[in-house]
T-cell receptor, first 113, second 112 residues
Framework: NAGVTQTPKFRILKIGQSMTLQCTQD?????MYWYRQDPGMGLKLIYY???????DKGEVPNGYNVSRSTTEDFPLRLELAAPSQTSVYFC????????????FGPGTRLTVT | GQNIDQPTEMTATEGAIVQINCTYQ??????LFWYQQHAGEAPTFLSY????GLEEKGRFSSFLSRSKGYSYLLLKELQMKDSASYLC?????????????FGTGTRLQVFP
């Protein structure tokens, strides 16, 4: 199992550009999450999904969009990038039950200038 | 809503014991996680408590008191490689969801 994978690892965007951060998991987890982590801070939940076709907002959803067409994939879309979106983005997944450990992907480091 | 508090920074000496506290106020509590995060890396799972009491796993132990909204992570026989951030996260199972809400993390520095 590759677990949770994310692409790209690094990206520099100009203000106003758009991009999609990719996240894939091969564990057949029904739940998937996007977090952002600003320097020296904890993780803030952007969006999450409880299954294919179902998504919902987290703590900081403004400026982002998501979709979940398959169990495996949960892309995060940034429209009109702003400097405030400079951050490290982590994707995670989980399954119901107490055994879930919420594995995280390696992260995408995004800079908007 | 959720509110999770933990100290911002702690320091300790190699070989010592350190306790990192976490207090929380949340609806739909369904367990508490501790993660370790080295600089520039993703968080990695350390422990999960859903019932009150102490869970021991090698040099690391985690404690939970649901009535007090309190948890701690205990690290024994500290090693230099334990220098990292330690993230407390509450599992929120309200409204048929299942999501982790994180505190700001505690940065631990271990000195020789």
């Amino acid at each position: 199992n590759a677990g949770v994978t994310q692409t790209p690892k690094f990206r520099i965007l100009k203000i106003g550009q758009s991009m999609t951060l990719q996240c894939t998991q091969d564990m057949n987890h029904n739940y998937m999450y996007w977090y952002r982590q600003d320097p020296g801070m904890g993780l803030k939940l952007i969006y999450y999904s409880v299954g294919a076709g179902i998504t919902d907002k987290g703590e900081v959803p403004n400026g982002y969009n998501v979709s979940r067409s398959t169990t495996e994939d949960f892309p995060l879309r940034l429209e009109l990038a702003a400097p405030s979106q400079t951050s490290v983005y982590f994707c995670a997944s989980s399954t119901t039950g107490t055994s879930s450990r919420y594995p995280f992907g390696p992260g995408t480091r995004l800079t908007v200038t | 809503g959720q509110n999770i508090d933990q100290p911002t920074e702690m320091t300790a000496t190699e070989g010592a014991i350190v306790q990192i506290n976490c207090t929380y106020q949340t609806s739909g509590f369904n367990g508490l996680f501790w993660y370790q995060q080295h600089a520039g890396e993703a968080p990695t799972f350390l422990s999960y408590n859903v019932l009150d009491g102490l869970e021991e796993k090698g040099r690391f132990s985690s404690f939970l008191s649901r009535s007090k909204g309190y948890s701690y992570l205990l690290l024994k026989e500290l090693q230099m490689k334990d220098s990292a951030s330690y993230l407390c996260a509450v599992r929120d199972g309200s409204f048929n969801t299942d999501k982790l809400i994180f505190g700001t993390g505690t940065r631990l520095q271990v000195f020789p």
